[in-house]
């Protein structure tokens, strides 16, 4: 039966988002059966509008171009669709005779597709619906971790590395703010950064741990006798006892996102007020913050080839299960072997909707910092050509004078 596939790219931009998109279009040239292959812009919204390209038309040497280009080729959506609105892309998918659904993204799209695959079924429709899973904050259960994350992560990893040369040369406190409302694995990944004893960051808060700001100046104070210094690494998503994000805490207001969620990082304020806690009730004055924000998802040139690679086989694997499969469901991606990887699929309910956090054996019992099983877990996703850093061995002269 000659069928058409419809493919979508949902929330946030990443670095690899491309390859997994290609791969489906590439892939779905392989079967017969597949008379074209849609692409939605801007996401859902791109469905309900029924404002679709067919990448059916595009050559294979610039689907290839286009899939080592970071960011969403097709555009992208933070839309979060309920019922009502499942039911209208179900409502253009049926009116475009659309066999094949493909969606790219996180948990919140998962369950969009888990919404659409079944108001298909109470409708008789045959519609194969296949989740292929996206996000830099690494949070979708079931997998061992997801396609942008190594890329990010390998930003992260890169920018703690210069930030710990210029540190070091002229001291003083830096501390950086990175992406994760509830997952802090892009915020460990400046652990990789470190290659001699003393350097940074040299504490590391994420949002697995409660975060005092007592405990939290009392570290940097210690760490800054000690090594004259202090870089510090801190997940966007901190938070006190009661689980109010730490930017409620110490700002006289806050902003809001589309979905009503407190603006964590993306105006740079918990960096300042960090930064600003530091200089008035420490004392030190060379103090600097930063906030990684969009940077480390779609970053040009700081790219994983382990993340290239999967994130085009999940793309390549989505197809071959739909056509070939009987059930709807979710591409993960999980670890053999020393490193190696496999991608079944999953049902979409294991995944829809739900969040995974970094598990506690990764995370120091201290709290600010993280674990060696950590460093093993992240090593082989950053890739191959990480910068190498080395130190003069500052052989001192005898002094003369004094």
């Known amino acids: 039966m000659v069928q058409k596939i419809l493919v979508a790219q949902g929330g946030g931009p990443t670095a690899v988002i491309n390859q997994s998109l290609v791969g489906v279009a590439l892939e779905a040239r392989k079967f017969a059966s597949v008379e074209r292959v849609y692409g939605a812009a801007f996401g859902v919204r791109g469905i309900v509008n029924e404002d679709f390209v067919d990448l059916s038309r595009?050559?294979?040497?610039?689907?290839?171009?286009?899939?080592?280009?970071?960011?969403?080729?097709?555009?992208?959506?933070?839309?979060?669709?309920?019922?009502?609105?499942?039911?209208?892309?179900?409502?253009?998918?049926?009116?475009?005779?659309?066999?094949?659904?493909?969606?790219?993204?996180?948990?919140?799209?998962?369950?969009?597709?888990?919404?659409?695959?079944?108001?298909?079924?109470?409708?008789?429709?045959?519609?194969?619906?296949?989740?292929?899973?996206?996000?830099?904050?690494?949070?979708?259960?079931?997998?061992?971790?997801?396609?942008?994350?190594?890329?990010?992560?390998?930003?992260?990893?890169?920018?703690?590395?210069?930030?710990?040369?210029?540190?070091?040369?002229?001291?003083?406190?830096?501390?950086?703010?990175?992406?994760?409302?509830?997952?802090?694995?892009?915020?460990?990944?400046?652990?990789?950064?470190?290659?001699?004893?003393?350097?940074?960051?040299?504490?590391?808060?994420?949002?697995?741990?409660?975060?005092?700001?007592?405990?939290?100046?009392?570290?940097?104070?210690?760490?800054?006798?000690?090594?004259?210094?202090?870089?510090?690494?801190?997940?966007?998503?901190?938070?006190?006892?009661?689980?109010?994000?730490?930017?409620?805490?110490?700002a006289s207001t806050v902003e809001k996102d589309a979905h009503g969620n407190v603006q964590l990082s993306g105006t740079g304020a918990l960096a300042d007020l960090l930064c600003e806690e530091i200089k008035t009730k420490l004392g030190i004055k060379r103090v600097r913050g930063d906030t990684f924000g969009y940077l480390q998802r779609s970053f040009a040139g700081c790219v994983s080839d382990v993340d290239q690679r999967e994130a085009r086989e999940v793309g390549e694997k989505a197809v071959q299960y739909a056509l070939w499969g009987q059930t709807d469901g979710s591409v993960a991606i999980q670890r053999t072997g020393a490193y190696a990887v496999d991608y079944p699929l999953i049902p979409l309910e294991n995944v829809a909707g739900k969040t995974r956090v970094m598990e506690d054996e990764f995370i120091t019992k201290a709290g600010n910092d993280v674990t060696e099983a950590f460093h093993s877990y992240l090593r082989p996703l950053l890739g191959a050509g990480l910068p190498e850093v080395e130190r003069l061995r500052m052989s001192r002269v005898a002094k003369i004078l004094k």
Not at 58 to 85: F, I
Not at 203 to 232: M, N, Q, S, W
């Open 58 to 250: 595009e050559t294979s040497r610039n689907l290839e171009a286009v899939a080592n280009t970071p960011s969403s080729a097709l555009g992208s959506t933070r839309d979060k669709p309920d019922l009502a609105y499942c039911q209208e892309i179900l409502k253009v998918l049926k009116a475009h005779a659309i066999g094949h659904f493909f969606y790219i993204g996180g948990n919140d799209s998962s369950d969009t597709v888990r919404i659409v695959a079944d108001e298909a079924r109470k409708s008789g429709y045959a519609l194969r619906c296949v989740h292929i899973p996206k996000t830099i904050d690494n949070d979708l259960v079931g997998n061992d971790h997801t396609p942008g994350f190594p890329s990010a992560a390998r930003f992260v990893t890169q920018a703690f590395m210069g930030v710990n040369l210029d540190n070091a040369a002229l001291k003083g406190v830096y501390c950086a703010v990175i992406m994760g409302r509830h997952a802090g694995f892009l915020t460990a990944a400046s652990a990789l950064a470190r290659k001699f004893p003393d350097d940074g960051p040299h504490l590391i808060y994420l949002p697995e741990r409660t975060f005092t700001i007592d405990g939290f100046l009392a570290d940097v104070k210690a760490t800054f006798e000690k090594h004259g210094r202090c870089i510090i690494a801190a997940s966007e998503g901190i938070h006190d006892e009661q689980g109010a994000p730490i930017i409620t805490k110490l």
